[in-house]
């Protein structure tokens, strides 16, 4: 394998994640790693990019959500597959974002819906919430932590929230995050992060209804502290998710 040191150009437009991920395909195809190999550490690879570790975190998800890379913990991040067995285009959602940006974007809007919720819900929808929440924690069983009732609700939780507030521009601009959440990319990452996380889809339904709670007390401030210290725990697992694409 070539030397390591400065193969890789700090990144200075937007996308980096895109950038990041190409510089990779790049340098793989061009013979600077072959299956196995063993990219650099975490902070030496950030510095020569010149991003956050965060960011290159994100990026590396995403290759190994695609196979190109494989993270063993306590080993490192390594090559996964040979250069001519993945595509140009990495396998994104039909809309064409990532994971991690649909999340940003949830996180600049989600908090305020709840704000507003708080603020304007009626009884009825409260109602209506809170059946959303029992039917999530009607079965423990593992399918239901790992299948379609606890995905289906964690969605369908937050959306309820945004009809609560009858406000039809706020309601569409949920559903179209609703849509997002429904595609292949995400509901991927989730498998491998929060379905996988021991405990973790009965910390994500207490954190449901810490929010839920703040709305129905008529507490604006607490609903999106709550909803935003949610989307947090989200982002921390999904960072640390250890994906294998061959899992089924």
């Known amino acids: 394998m070539s030397d390591q ?8 437009q937007e996308k980096l994640c895109t950038q990041i991920n190409e510089q990779i395909k790049s340098l793989i195809e061009r013979g600077y790693f072959s299956l196995g190999d063993r990219l650099p550490p975490e902070r030496e690879l950030a510095r020569q990019l010149g991003v956050s570790r965060a960011t290159l975190r994100e990026a590396l998800t995403l290759l190994q959500m695609s196979g190109i890379v494989k993270t063993i913990s306590g080993h490192g991040t ?5 250069p001519k067995e993945y595509s140009v285009n990495l396998p994104l959602p039909k809309l064409g974002e990532s994971p991690f940006v649909i999340l940003e974007a949830r996180k600049a809007v989600e908090p305020v819906i709840a704000e507003l919720a708080a603020e304007v819900s009626t009884e009825e929808s409260h109602k209506k919430i809170k059946e959303i929440l029992d039917w999530v924690e009607s079965d423990h069983s593992s399918d239901q932590v790992i299948g379609s009732i606890f995905s289906e609700g964690d969605r369908q939780f937050h959306f309820e929230i945004a009809r609560s507030t009858e406000n039809s521009l706020i309601i569409s601009i949920q559903e179209l995050i609703h849509t997002y959440t429904s595609q292949t990319s995400w509901l991927t990452l989730m498998r491998h992060s929060s379905f996988a996380t021991p405990n973790r889809w009965q910390k994500s339904l207490d954190e449901h209804k810490k929010i839920y709670e703040a709305i129905c007390d008529r507490n604006p401030e607490l609903a999106a502290n709550r909803v935003k210290a949610h989307l947090r725990s989200v982002e921390r697992i999904m960072i640390h998710a250890d994906i294998n694409p061959y899992t089924p």
């Open 5 to 12: 040191q400065e193969l890789f150009q700090q990144i200075k």
């Open 78 to 82: 390594f090559i996964g597959i040979e």
